[in-house]
């Protein structure tokens, strides 16, 4: 089975031989996309609904995020700015730990975050899929910053409560 990684990894040697033949090329690199329909964010929802949400794991993992509207301006801007070109972290500027991703997520929905989800668990339940939930990568948005990106959302608190207010 192959996880997300390998397949960014093989998507983007794919996207370099397209440079290679003189393309603008623009990878993209997306962290954990939240939107209040699809994606994610529902999913991540579910246990909170019942009451029983929490951390996953240890909970010390990162979570790189961005909302759905900065997504769209990002991609906006990589299609009509002609001097973009290579790899793009999509993501906010500020990751936060599972920890307090489960505790942000748990305040916008006036739930209790205080179940975890052991590593263990998801590892006998979703198997090898338990490595995307476990795994952890700080990602930082550093080109999209030189380049003077403009988040609209940038504080996960703020994030959550403006995506759950959505029709």
């Given at each position: 089975?192959?996880?997300?990684?390998?397949?960014?990894?093989?998507?983007?040697?794919?996207?370099?031989?397209?440079?290679?033949?003189?393309?603008?090329?623009?990878?993209?690199?997306?962290?954990?996309?939240?939107?209040?329909?699809?994606?994610?964010?529902?999913?991540?929802?579910?246990?909170?609904?019942?009451?029983?949400?929490?951390?996953?794991?240890?909970?010390?993992?990162?979570?790189?995020?961005?909302?759905?509207?900065?997504?769209?301006?990002?991609?906006?801007?990589?299609?009509?700015?002609?001097?973009?070109?290579?790899?793009?972290?999509?993501?906010?500027?500020?990751?936060?730990?599972?920890?307090?991703?489960?505790?942000?997520?748990?305040r916008a929905m006036h739930r209790p975050a205080?179940?975890?989800?052991?590593?263990?668990a998801l590892e006998l339940v979703l198997g090898?899929?338990?490595?995307?939930?476990?795994?952890?990568?700080?990602?930082?948005?550093?080109?999209?910053?030189?380049?003077?990106?403009?988040?609209?959302?940038?504080?996960?608190?703020?994030?959550?409560?403006?995506?759950l207010a959505e029709p």
């Open positions: 089975m192959m996880i997300s990684g390998e397949i960014g990894s093989e998507w983007e040697a794919e996207a370099v031989k397209a440079e290679a033949l003189g393309l603008r090329v623009v990878r993209l690199r997306f962290g954990i996309i939240l939107a209040k329909h699809g994606g994610a964010l529902p999913q991540m929802m579910r246990p909170f609904k019942f009451g029983v949400g929490g951390r996953i794991g240890s909970g010390q993992q990162w979570v790189s995020w961005i909302a759905l509207q900065d997504v769209v301006s990002v991609i906006r801007e990589a299609l009509q700015n002609r001097a973009i070109s290579g790899a793009l972290n999509v993501v906010s500027p500020q990751p936060t730990r599972n920890v307090d991703f489960a505790q942000a997520l748990g205080i179940v975890p989800a052991p590593a263990f090898e899929m338990s490595e995307m939930l476990l795994a952890s990568q700080r990602v930082m948005p550093s080109r999209l910053e030189q380049l003077g990106f403009r988040f609209s959302q940038r504080d996960l608190n703020a994030a959550l409560a403006s995506i």
